[in-house]
């Protein structure tokens, strides 16, 4: 399945009298870097003040757990990098030791701006429509008695304190654990260290009623009347009461601190005899990988501090004083506070009115299906594979697994599938980061059930969303397929961008048959009808399309080419635009995370443009849409624009054969590039820039038009 060399591979292009070698440094952006700009725009969207208080609290959590995750994959190998001496894999060439300082810099000016906006705006604004986050000294005398109570009963119990001396080692601590580190004093004099973990299965917001006497401690959970309490932090509570965990000695100094592990835990497939075991190996690994960050709360003396610095074996720059509250992704949770007045109105998505026709299987056998969610419901995915189970006409179903989440309708629809005897595979990828013990949970419970399960290939995710139903017919056996650019998750449907096509296309749903062929058994295919799979052939033909739109603008003809994808990475890729644009094609790129492409550069890419867009739901679609002499071709599916997903990953982008979904789909595209309310553009100078109406100008939030539409 190896990658065909391309034209343009050959990295020079001649423009005028000039070459240009589109391999040098000067023409692509870092890509840690970019994927911190990135964050920085979903933190601008959280400091947004017209978004309801509780949406922008949504989006600092999400800011902080994006940031953690950065840490845990992409930090950590950089530093493996520095550490080894390593030099440069990026395309701009950049040091690891650069790239560590540069991601200090930029990571600490963001943090410091998202901690202010927390305690300076969000803080007292909440207070403002009663909710009101207070510290322990803020509480009345009434309330730290009952708290007092709670923490013997509830808390006290879990807590293990843990010495530190010569016969008690530092402890191993846990990635992303709350934790403090204590100095006492005993009656000898003698100065002694202690270790204590905050329970991560206590919950961390305790809801103190202010104007009547708490009856039971479960009144203290989200589901008290937030209106009338007080919100307290765990940590606040345990800290108070740190001296009942040492008796006899005193609590002279504490601060709280969490560290980031490295998680990008390499699994040694090639010498496992299971890949199974491999992965489960992995997963606990993780938990105990080398340590990226130490993040200590402000307030935490130098002496504490530098004694954690020097047992886990930091470097200055990998410390980071944070102001606000630790681990503030946990903040989500107050998301789910009962006060809809501080949030966006929700939406209810509504299944397509062509699907209320007639019998699923009989419109699509009709026509394509377009679903775009969360304008469009999960539904109709959800019933493909249900009805499927319950059909008696339905013979076999096979299915690609990357994430689905808990409790997930489509592993319950293949079970039953299979308890009513259709052949039944599942392609489960165990690799999924963050994600293996729930696949592997899953995978197991299917195989239990007796179906087919494939755990994928040694050295290779599968990435690729597809379910394909095979159905005997009056006419004879008929194949009916999803194909999606998201996962099979009914949760992320309603928060993420995805679309997908339900179609019975009989060349994409025999491409399909081969593809599952290649994932479950053994079976090579380079090329396939339809069908654009990587490795074996996605990014050379994504490059002819781009070839063929330089030969249209030879011919003069106009050119013109847009993508809209997650991330923009790969070389080869960007070097094929870059040519595009200097041949007069018209590239416009809507590209939400990582872009490495620079725009607007004399003589190289001033045909084309790169947008961002950032908004009330995560853009993750993937289309690529090429203009091709006025007979347009498009492609959907599941791939980014990275080598990983070209080289090292199974990926699907399916032809859009519909006309009218193609035209629906060309105007999302359209309408988006239009944007100016939700939109960053990338500036040649690597800025990102927030769009706004021209004054006088219209307003366009593509997000919002879409869901009224």
Not at 664 to 680: E, I, K, P
Request: some cysteine; overall charge neutral; glycine content about 6%.
């Amino acid at each position: 399945m190896a990658e065909k060399k391309d034209k343009t591979s050959e990295t020079q292009q001649t423009t005028g009298q000039k070459k240009i070698d589109l391999s040098a440094q000067d023409y692509y952006l870092n890509r840690e870097l970019s994927w911190l700009d990135f964050n920085a725009r979903v933190l601008e969207t959280a400091l947004d003040e017209r978004l309801p208080l509780l949406e922008q609290t949504k989006f600092l959590a999400i800011f902080y757990n994006n940031l953690d995750e950065f840490f845990m994959v992409r930090v950590a190998k950089v530093l493996r990098q520095y550490r080894e001496g390593a030099a440069s894999s990026e395309a701009d060439r950049m040091t690891p030791a650069r790239q560590l300082a540069e991601i200090r810099r930029k990571a600490s000016a963001l943090l410091s701006m998202a901690s202010e906006h927390w305690q300076k705006k969000l803080v007292p604004l909440l207070r403002e429509r009663d909710v009101h986050l207070v510290h322990y000294d803020e509480l009345t005398e009434k309330q730290r008695r009952f708290l007092l109570a709670y923490f013997r009963d509830e808390i006290y119990p879990v807590l293990t304190p843990q010495a530190i001396d010569p016969g008690h080692p530092f402890p191993t601590i846990s990635n992303l654990s709350l934790n403090f580190i204590i100095r006492l004093q005993g009656r000898d004099g003698i100065a002694r260290f202690a270790r204590l973990r905050c329970p991560s299965n206590v919950p961390r917001f305790i809801f103190i009623p202010r104007n009547k006497e708490a009856k039971t401690y479960a009144s203290l959970g989200l589901k008290a009347n937030v209106r009338d309490a007080d919100i307290l932090l765990l940590e606040e509570l345990i800290e108070e009461h740190l001296g009942l965990l040492f008796p006899g000695y005193t609590v002279m100094d504490s601060g709280l601190f969490r560290i980031t592990r490295n998680t990008d835990v390499n699994i040694d497939e090639d010498d496992s005899d299971d890949l199974l075991e491999a992965v489960q190996d992995m997963v606990e690994q993780r938990r105990f990988g080398g340590v990226v960050r130490l993040e200590t709360a402000r307030g935490m003396s130098t002496d504490l501090s530098e004694f954690l610095i020097k047992h886990l074996g930091l470097k200055p720059f990998q410390v980071y004083r944070v102001k606000g509250p630790l681990a503030f992704a946990q903040f989500m949770s107050l998301y789910g506070l009962d006060r809809p007045g501080l949030k966006i109105p929700s939406h209810s998505p509504a299944v397509p009115a062509i699907l209320q026709t007639d019998s699923l299987f009989r419109v699509i056998h009709k026509q394509d299906v377009f679903l775009h969610h969360p304008y469009d419901s999960f539904t109709p995915v959800l019933d493909f594979v249900q009805k499927a189970a319950e059909d008696p006409d339905v013979i076999s179903i096979k299915q690609t697994l990357y994430r689905v989440g808990n409790d997930s309708p489509i592993v319950r629809s293949l079970i039953e599938a299979r308890r009513h005897g259709k052949q039944v595979t599942a392609v489960v990828e165990l690799k999924a980061r963050f994600d293996e013990e729930r696949n592997i949970n899953w995978a197991e419970e299917l195989e239990r059930e007796g179906v087919n399960v494939v755990y994928g290939f040694v050295g290779m995710k599968i990435h690729a969303k597809l379910c394909l139903v095979v159905r005997r017919e009056a006419e004879g056996v008929v194949s009916y397929a999803h194909i999606g650019t998201g996962n099979y998750n009914a949760s992320t449907a309603r928060m993420y961008t995805d679309m997908g096509i339900l179609t019975c296309q009989p060349d994409i749903c025999a491409d399909m048959a081969d593809l599952f062929n290649v994932m479950t058994g053994y079976a090579e295919k380079d090329n396939y009808r339809e069908l654009l799979v990587s490795p074996s052939a996605m990014r050379r033909r994504l490059i002819e399309q781009i070839q063929n739109e330089i030969a249209v603008c030879a011919r003069g003809g106009e050119g013109e080419i847009i993508m809209k994808c997650n991330q923009l990475v790969d070389r080869k890729i960007i070097r094929a635009l870059y040519a595009a644009s200097m041949a007069g094609v018209k590239v416009n790129l809507i590209v939400r995370g990582i872009c490495c492409l620079i725009p607007g550069l004399p003589g190289v890419s001033e045909n084309i443009t790169v947008r961002s867009i950032v908004g009330r739901f995560l853009e993750h679609a993937r289309v690529y849409w090429f203009h091709n002499g006025g007979d347009s071709c498009m492609f959907m599916g599941s791939a980014d624009m990275m080598s990983r997903n070209l080289d090292r990953r199974i990926e699907v982008l399916a032809p859009v054969l519909d006309e009218n979904i193609r035209r629906t789909l060309l105007g999302v595209l359209r309408l988006q590039l239009a944007d100016n309310m939700q939109a960053w553009e990338l500036r040649s100078s690597g800025a990102y820039v927030r769009l706004h109406p021209a004054e006088g100008g219209e307003p366009v939030n593509s997000q919002e038009l879409l869901l009224k539409r």
